[in-house]
């Protein structure tokens, strides 16, 4: 067993590092290699000009540094996701202010070295030189899998170590870290080729367009990745590299590219030749490296638990209990969490108007930036619990088998299984979730699923529904107290989220974003126990971003409303209050009645304050627009103040309706105030039909300025925010209406 220095020497001059990538099939043990070598020293940031994350690390041998780039997992050089671009454009020096790598450490699986050498062979073909990591050969050596790890560098031209890099072991790292630096000093190692007339005529063809006036900053400092992107254009017809090379150099190069085509292509497509050949080389180096007693007639333990686990029913059935755990982990466990956050929020608030005089600046500070952070926090113990799930489903194997499984309920909608991830994260946050949507290869089903995700209940959708359920709908229970009708009732707005998603999707892969569903094709990793460093390392990465990226627009907007909440103030109503303070401390002895009559008058003046506000005057500006709802000025400005976050309703309605910032869900005076409210001419505001289209509206509405903000993010276009919006929004109207008019 080796070990890694745990506080390494990290070099002053970043300039000065090598620079070295890391690359290998998905379930290869990939990243949890990166997070034994570069430890807790990782940052995450964004490639130039895309919004695929890389994940950048550091490692340190004495004096020297190294800077490890996790590049996304891919299976080939023919990139179809965003991911898989990006990992590409790394390793073919076309990323802007980003140098080449220097070395490339590929990751293999030792137990399916067949599959994970065609990417190696192919990445062997750039000239970098390359380290490969024979990972989980622990797990290839209990399967009696003989490797002669001599034989199968000889044959690939490149250094092997066989590595364990698992929760409870880890072999070979010091040599890797060895072999990494040896690499580095070489700086370039000679290519080779399996289908050399294709290369050949790659470098024909990179001669001609070197003499076009628009070629440099394709050819320059980059003249062998240059040859390797042409050589791809060639092999994958309608690929990327070719989409690519036609965007810059016109139809010309298209015309060129078809010739070449019909002089190489004999019988075969060069898709088909390169594949032939390079399994066919493949196998002759591992007919010589690799001895497995391979029996078909006996199937391992992994193929018997997949004879369960994916199985139509059985399966179906395990995976509604899993869901069933996750999501009652997400709503119990994070509850107290929640509770303590909202407290100390509410604590630090009260500090704010204790130290500060009353004013502008306290109120700013108590209810825009303290209230701001905390509407941000409170859902990050949620967030952060249903990761926790995901992450250590993922790592263990069982999330690839869910997402097969639901790959046909997801065909029928026009999308594939995996979109699966994604919709389910957004029952935490739609935020991750978009994010989430760049590992799905199709451009067409990755909007889709984006557009898709914010209509799944999210967990700030939750104190309005706790809050109208508990007011308008009656604790009934049904077969012997069994079924609760609230309980029904909230299912109920889960489901109509998630038949609005699906909807959506079908609706929108047939009409705008019309096309065929790619073949879902997913390999089934090995089952494997989770590495807690591994998941605690991502978790953290998971609720960073959510912080940083997400709470900015939350806090950003948290504080805009807070102003129209607050100004104009007007000067009449706190004199009016200052003079029947004065009555009430004169006229009430007892000091618990007189605290609960000024604390009543308090928000009695924060209600009139809230109606002469701008945001008061915003709300009876746009109430004839949701007139036709039952909706009064208070619901129609408090509709405008839940941009930031939904939850944002609560508050303010609680200070509409003189109970008062600081309440939540389970507040009664706040029920008690919207079941009572009623309109001048004395009719109700609330009746249990404008309640229940309240949480459709809520349901089916986008109103999350941070979903908005990262469906821009992810589409590089405000078109898809702007029609995510409209067509959301004005389902919910529709739907409030709907309900209005029924009840």
């Not at 070979?172 to 690499?183: E, Q, V």
């Not at 209600?607 to 036709?628: C, D, N, V």
Request: proline share 5%.
């Amino acid at each position: 067993m080796t070990s890694i220095d745990p506080d390494p020497i990290i070099a002053s001059d970043k300039d000065q590092q090598a620079v070295i990538a890391v690359i290998g099939n998905p379930n290869t043990g990939k990243s949890t290699l990166f997070n034994l070598l570069t430890g807790m020293r990782q940052k995450v940031a964004n490639y130039p000009g895309v919004t695929v994350e890389k994940r950048i690390g550091e490692l340190a041998i004495g004096e020297r540094s190294f800077q490890l780039i996790d590049l996304p997992g891919t299976y080939s050089l023919s990139a179809h996701s965003p991911d898989e671009r990006a990992a590409i454009d790394v390793l073919l020096n076309r990323i802007p202010d980003m140098p080449p790598p220097d070395a490339v450490l590929v990751v293999i699986d030792a137990t399916n070295i067949k599959r994970n050498l065609f990417l190696t062979t192919q990445i062997l073909e750039l000239g970098t030189p390359v380290v490969i990591a024979l990972n989980m050969a622990d797990i290839a050596a209990e399967q009696h899998i003989n490797i002669d790890i001599e034989a199968l560098a000889t044959g690939l031209n490149a250094t092997v170590i066989p590595t364990v890099a698992s929760s409870t072991r880890h072999e070979n790292i010091d040599s890797l870290i060895t072999a990494l630096a040896k690499a580095v000093d070489k700086k370039h190692q000679k290519p080779w080729f399996l289908l050399d007339d294709v290369h050949q005529a790659a470098k024909e063809l990179v001669s001609e367009l070197a003499a076009k006036p628009d070629s440099q900053g394709f050819i320059a400092n980059r003249e062998a990745t240059a040859a390797y992107e042409v050589q791809r254009a060639l092999i994958d017809k309608g690929g990327e590299a070719e989409k690519r090379l036609i965007a810059i150099f016109g139809d010309d190069f298209r015309n060129r590219l078809q010739v070449q085509r019909k002089l190489l292509t004999d019988g075969q497509t060069l898709a088909e030749r390169d594949a032939t050949e390079r399994y066919a080389y493949i196998s002759k180096i591992l007919s010589d490296a690799v001895q497995s007693p391979f029996n078909p007639n006996k199937r391992s333990w992994t193929h018997r638990v997949d004879q369960f686990v994916s199985h139509p029913v059985l399966g179906s059935v395990l995976f509604i209990l899993v869901m069933a755990l996750v999501f009652q982990a997400v709503f119990s466990w994070a509850t107290p969490l929640m509770d303590l956050i909202d407290g100390a929020a509410g604590w630090a608030s009260q500090q704010v108007y204790d130290s500060l005089p009353e004013g502008a600046i306290a109120s700013l500070l108590a209810d825009g930036v303290v209230a701001g952070v905390g509407s941000v926090i409170i859902f990050l113990p949620q967030i952060l619990i249903l990761f926790a799930f995901i992450i250590i489903l993922e790592d263990s194997g069982y999330m690839a088998r869910a997402a097969f499984l639901m790959d046909r309920l997801m065909r029928w909608c026009g999308l594939s299984g995996h979109s699966f991830v994604p919709m389910l994260s957004s029952f935490a946050c739609a935020v991750p979730a978009i994010m989430g949507t760049r590992v799905i290869p199709n451009t067409r089903d990755r909007i889709a699923t984006i557009l898709a995700a914010p209509f799944m209940t999210c967990s700030a959708r939750l104190p309005v529904y706790a809050l109208l359920i508990a007011a308008f709908i009656p604790q009934k229970y049904y077969f012997y107290e069994l079924i609760n009708l609230q309980g029904l009732v909230l299912l109920s707005l889960y489901l109509l989220g998630i038949v609005g998603g699906v909807l959506t999707a079908f609706l929108l892969k047939r009409t705008i974003l019309r096309g065929s569903t790619p073949t879902f094709l997913m390999e089934l990793p090995p089952y494997r126990t989770p590495q807690f460093k591994s998941v605690l390392v991502r978790l953290l990465e998971k609720g960073k971003f959510f912080l940083v990226r997400a709470g900015s627009v939350i806090f950003f907007v948290s504080v805009v409303v807070w102003a129209l909440a607050y100004f104009p103030r007007s000067e009449l109503l706190a004199t009016e209050f200052e003079r029947q303070k004065k009555e009430l401390e004169s006229s009430m002895p007892v000091e618990a009645e007189r605290e609960q009559a000024l604390q009543g008058l308090e928000n009695a003046l924060a209600a009139a304050q809230m109606e002469q506000s701008l945001l008061g005057h915003m709300g009876k500006t746009i109430a004839p627009l949701f007139k036709p709802l039952g909706w009064d000025w208070k619901l129609s400005a408090a509709v405008i103040a839940s941009f930031p976050a939904r939850e944002v309703v609560i508050a303010v309605l609680g200070t509409t309706y003189a109970v008062g910032s600081e309440v939540d869900a389970e507040d009664e005076g706040l029920r008690n105030r919207i079941r009572n409210a009623t309109w001048p001419d004395g009719r109700k505001v609330f009746t249990t039909a404008i309640a229940v289209g309240l949480m459709v509206f809520y349901a089916l509405c986008l109103q999350c300025a941070a979903t908005v903000a990262v469906i821009h993010r992810e589409t590089h276009s405000w078109r898809w925010p702007a029609f995510a919006w409209i067509y959301m929004t004005s389902l919910g109207y529709l739907g409030a209406l709907l309900c209005a008019q029924l009840g």
